[in-house]
């Protein structure tokens, strides 16, 4: 063979070779986005595989495995969306890595579903539809397997989106919907719906505008000093302190409140109690951590980087006692009304519900999680620990209001507005030093009102994206959920 054709050969091997190279990535690309969907699967069959063997053979055990799966499924999707709320503030501020975050989220989601998730649902998803006015069981399990399939398919298409929802929501709006299509708009209690709508705009609002005055109180106490360690050093152990109470409050009252009974004044009295023991804990502690620390801002973040964490461990653990049973209601009603028929009194949630919830839910963050990590805590705007922390206190005083008020409001739309309350704070304390800039400073250069739209500090096409998500989450469910409803009762009757 002559040296031109080995030479063209060799070309020839190198290009299939360059292809066989490309093949094999590309596949390995494929197989590892099909992994998580995968190991989901798996954890949804093995959740159907659970309940057929709890539940015994009877005339509605496939019923039960079939609602098994659709709560396991709901489980995996409340994880990849709504734990990213609690979240997101700590590993934007890069306080958290993502594998920190991860881990400490599924510990504490699936500990505060299991030690202090809720065992009884008071009414069917808080009361939304009268379960009398469907008449027989039968009809009420197709009601509730069409609620908790719409609202799964929801926030999964929610999440795939980029836009975080209130899982609660979700299921409301899907039993609404269920309940509508099976008896009539007479079948819904229109008074808790009006007040869930409310939620809508009190829960964001009154998260941003205590996330937005606790970071003025943080700039003007601590940042905006001269001497920015000695204030940090005063006012810090406080605002640790504040945290500790409106966190041992929160927990009592929503996450504690299915193991004791608590009322808000006991519950104000632990968190009060918490509160000055940690204050008084945490002042040799900042002393100490604060020692040999520039005065400028950065060395303000390591003080407030341990406060964040922690408050981002005890969201998750409230979130996982009181959201969980939510989420896994119209489930634990499915295996009520099949194995005993009743229809008209408190669902009782049993052990193994649970646990499909809060081991779903800890899957589904693991596998789902990091994008909707991602949008909460850098896509809004951007956050250092100083605003994280605004953000998780923030989400725990506004629940403590709320109850006070009796409010219906949702975490996610709590912690979301509390984000885009630092956000929007920020531009206009950004645009009011300017101002004073430019009147101290009568020749300054002025910038350009293009330039100064550009340079906004909360993305506005992520704040029109997670707006829309919530408005329309309660009609897109209902209306999902209605389509289900028939094509159930199709199939079944």
């Given at each position: 063979m002559s040296e031109g054709n080995q030479i063209r050969h060799l070309d020839t091997l190198d290009r299939d070779l360059g292809r066989v190279s490309n093949i094999e990535t590309a596949s390995q690309y494929v197989s590892r986005t099909l992994v998580g969907p995968g190991i989901a699967f798996v954890f949804i069959l093995a959740a159907a595989l659970a309940a057929l063997l709890v539940f015994g053979q009877t005339t509605n055990t496939l019923v039960v495995?079939?609602?098994?799966?659709?709560?396991?499924?709901?489980?995996?999707?409340?994880?990849?969306?709504?734990?990213?709320?609690?979240?997101?503030?700590?590993?934007?501020?890069?306080?958290?890595?993502?594998?920190?975050?991860?881990?400490?989220?599924?510990?504490?989601?699936?500990?505060?579903?299991?030690?202090?998730?809720?065992?009884?649902?008071?009414?069917?998803?808080?009361?939304?539809?009268?379960?009398?006015?469907?008449?027989?069981?039968?009809?009420?399990?197709?009601?509730?397997?069409?609620?908790?399939?719409?609202?799964?398919?929801?926030?999964?298409?929610?999440?795939?989106?980029?836009?975080?929802?209130?899982?609660?929501?979700?299921?409301?709006?899907?039993?609404?919907?269920?309940?509508?299509?099976?008896?009539?708009?007479?079948?819904?209690?229109?008074?808790?719906?009006?007040?869930?709508?409310?939620?809508?705009?009190?829960?964001?609002?009154?998260?941003?505008?205590?996330?937005?005055?606790?970071?003025?109180?943080?700039?003007?106490?601590?940042?905006?000093?001269?001497?920015k360690i000695a204030a940090a050093r005063l006012w810090v152990p406080v605002l640790v302190g504040i945290m500790a109470a409106a966190f041992a409050s929160y927990i009592a009252l929503k996450g504690l409140s299915h193991v004791v009974a608590i009322d808000l004044g006991r519950a104000l009295a632990i968190g009060l109690f918490a509160g000055v023991v940690v204050w008084q804990v945490t002042i040799p502690v900042i002393r100490r951590q604060s020692r040999g620390l520039e005065n400028r801002n950065k060395s303000l973040k390591t003080l407030f980087s341990v406060p964040l964490v922690a408050s981002a461990a005890l969201l998750s653990f409230a979130h996982g006692a009181n959201d969980v049973a939510n989420a896994v209601g119209p489930l634990a009603a499915i295996v009520q009304a099949s194995g005993s028929g009743d229809i008209t009194h408190a669902i009782a949630i049993p052990f193994w519900v649970m646990l499909i919830g809060a081991v779903g839910i800890s899957f589904g963050l693991v596998l789902f999680g990091p994008r909707m990590i991602r949008v909460v805590g850098t896509q809004i705007t951007k956050l250092n620990p100083m605003r994280a922390y605004c953000v998780a206190l923030s989400a725990a005083i506004t629940v403590i209001v709320a109850s006070w008020l009796g409010l219906p409001v949702s975490s996610t739309h709590i912690a979301v507005g509390a984000v885009f309350g630092v956000g929007f704070f920020r531009e206009w304390d950004t645009e009011r030093r300017l101002r004073r800039t430019l009147d101290a400073v009568p020749d300054r250069p002025l910038v350009a009102p293009e330039e100064r739209r550009r340079r906004k500090l909360v993305r506005r096409s992520h704040v029109m994206t997670i707006l829309a998500a919530w408005v329309i989450t309660v009609p897109a469910t209902a209306g999902l959920s209605m389509i289900l409803f028939h094509a159930i009762s199709a199939i079944a009757g």
């Amino acid at each position: 063979m002559s040296e031109g054709n080995q030479i063209r050969h060799l070309d020839t091997l190198d290009r299939d070779l360059g292809r066989v190279s490309n093949i094999e990535t590309a596949s390995q690309y494929v197989s590892r986005t099909l992994v998580g969907p995968g190991i989901a699967f798996v954890f949804i069959l093995a959740a159907a595989l659970a309940a057929l063997l709890v539940f015994g053979q009877t005339t509605n055990t496939l019923v039960v495995v079939i609602a098994a799966a659709f709560g396991a499924y709901m489980a995996l999707n409340i994880g990849a969306n709504d734990v990213a709320n609690n979240m997101g503030p700590a590993v934007g501020a890069r306080a958290l890595t993502m594998g920190g975050a991860i881990a400490i989220a599924a510990v504490c989601e699936t500990a505060g579903a299991l030690i202090a998730g809720g065992d009884v649902v008071a009414t069917v998803a808080k009361g939304i539809v009268s379960p009398a006015s469907m008449g027989t069981p039968r009809v009420f399990i197709w009601v509730m397997l069409a609620a908790l399939l719409a609202s799964a398919l929801w926030v999964n298409l929610a999440t795939w989106v980029g836009a975080p929802v209130s899982t609660t929501h979700a299921v409301v709006g899907g039993v609404a919907g269920a309940g509508i299509a099976s008896s009539g708009l007479g079948a819904v209690g229109w008074s808790t719906m009006s007040a869930i709508a409310a939620s809508w705009v009190v829960s964001p609002l009154l998260g941003g505008l205590i996330a937005a005055g606790v970071l003025w109180f943080i700039k003007s106490r601590i940042i905006y000093r001269d001497d920015k360690i000695a204030a940090a050093r005063l006012w810090v152990p406080v605002l640790v302190g504040i945290m500790a109470a409106a966190f041992a409050s929160y927990i009592a009252l929503k996450g504690l409140s299915h193991v004791v009974a608590i009322d808000l004044g006991r519950a104000l009295a632990i968190g009060l109690f918490a509160g000055v023991v940690v204050w008084q804990v945490t002042i040799p502690v900042i002393r100490r951590q604060s020692r040999g620390l520039e005065n400028r801002n950065k060395s303000l973040k390591t003080l407030f980087s341990v406060p964040l964490v922690a408050s981002a461990a005890l969201l998750s653990f409230a979130h996982g006692a009181n959201d969980v049973a939510n989420a896994v209601g119209p489930l634990a009603a499915i295996v009520q009304a099949s194995g005993s028929g009743d229809i008209t009194h408190a669902i009782a949630i049993p052990f193994w519900v649970m646990l499909i919830g809060a081991v779903g839910i800890s899957f589904g963050l693991v596998l789902f999680g990091p994008r909707m990590i991602r949008v909460v805590g850098t896509q809004i705007t951007k956050l250092n620990p100083m605003r994280a922390y605004c953000v998780a206190l923030s989400a725990a005083i506004t629940v403590i209001v709320a109850s006070w008020l009796g409010l219906p409001v949702s975490s996610t739309h709590i912690a979301v507005g509390a984000v885009f309350g630092v956000g929007f704070f920020r531009e206009w304390d950004t645009e009011r030093r300017l101002r004073r800039t430019l009147d101290a400073v009568p020749d300054r250069p002025l910038v350009a009102p293009e330039e100064r739209r550009r340079r906004k500090l909360v993305r506005r096409s992520h704040v029109m994206t997670i707006l829309a998500a919530w408005v329309i989450t309660v009609p897109a469910t209902a209306g999902l959920s209605m389509i289900l409803f028939h094509a159930i009762s199709a199939i079944a009757g």
